[in-house]
């Protein structure tokens, strides 16, 4: 046990410059540190500086510092592993959630203790992550944004405004899933009919978009919107909300920070009823449209 003669360091792929992370990883994580804590044993925690700067890195570690390594999940095997070893020689290594490729490799060979998930010719074992503390709930948020309309020429912002919803987005404590209202037969990656976008449009929390069917199909879900037109002056997203009859609306020339998280607040609280509403008129024909004027067109024409 780590005591007077040092702490223990806890590490896996989630700490390695070219590693990589994953939900697995972390919740993985969650569990032994939940566990540690209820033991009352203290122990550090090494991240990636790609993946959490301001932390502890391995480059920042003085390794004296530490009596134990515990190894976090994944496969147990390569060159980053084996750098753990010499790096730590003096401490005891103990490997734990982990999966077993090569058992006679240097990286498994070199921990003291190995509690594997899954090895040859071994039981195995559940993962890690199944039983770690429950999380909080977040936001689910659909993304469905533009970069083309070239018929807008010199008015254009769609760019501007796909790139500063992204930087946006990257801070909010969301999860974002990007979406296309383009249909497709042939590609997996995109929906092949219109009742399958709206069978994921439905079970979200929120719609951000620069396009009118994002608005239009999402509120037909009942599904909040914050739009953004992205032609200066206003163009079809702006008639759009106009006609629909939904507030959250932002100009893309004028976009900042805070006009979007004010809209962003209203449509994860209010916004939802106000959103259910319209769907409710979508449905009943409240509002005369387009089809219906076409029908009175075509017997006016003698059709």
Request: glycine share 10%.
């Amino acid at each position: 046990m780590p005591g007077a003669r040092g702490r223990l360091l806890v590490a896996g792929w989630f700490s390695f410059l070219h590693g990589e992370v994953t939900a697995g990883d972390v919740l993985a994580l969650d569990r032994v540190r939940d566990v540690l804590g209820r033991a009352g044993i203290a122990h550090d925690v090494v991240w990636s500086p790609g993946f959490r700067p301001g932390v502890l890195h391995l480059e920042d570690v003085r390794p004296e510092e530490y009596s134990h390594l515990v190894f976090v999940c994944g496969p147990v095997h390569g060159r980053q592993v084996e750098e753990l070893h010499e790096r730590f020689s003096h401490c005891v290594r103990i490997a734990v959630g982990t999966s077993i490729v090569d058992p006679a490799s240097t990286a498994v060979t070199g921990f003291h203790q190995v509690l594997a998930r899954d090895a040859v010719d071994c039981e195995p074992g559940r993962d890690l992550a199944a039983r770690a503390p429950a999380l909080p709930s977040r936001p689910v948020v659909g993304t469905v944004l533009t970069h083309g309309q070239q018929e807008y020429g010199h008015r254009r912002r769609h760019q501007e405004v796909a790139e500063r919803l992204g930087d946006w987005l990257l801070g909010k404590d969301c999860a974002r899933l990007q979406l296309d209202t383009r249909l497709d037969t042939r590609d997996w990656r995109l929906c092949a009919t219109p009742d399958q976008l709206e069978s994921v449009l439905s079970r979200l929390d929120l719609v951000v978009t620069d396009r009118l069917h994002g608005l239009v199909l999402s509120l037909r879900a009942g599904v909040p919107v914050l739009a953004v037109d992205p032609v200066e002056g206003g163009a079809k997203v702006s008639a759009q909300a106009s006609a629909c009859g939904w507030p959250a609306l932002v100009a893309g020339e004028r976009m900042d920070q805070g006009e979007l998280e004010r809209w962003w607040d209203w449509c994860l609280t209010s916004g939802r009823a106000d959103a259910q509403r319209i769907a409710a008129e979508f449905r009943e024909g409240v509002v005369e449209d387009g089809a219906d004027r076409l029908v009175r067109a075509l017997r006016a024409c003698g059709g």
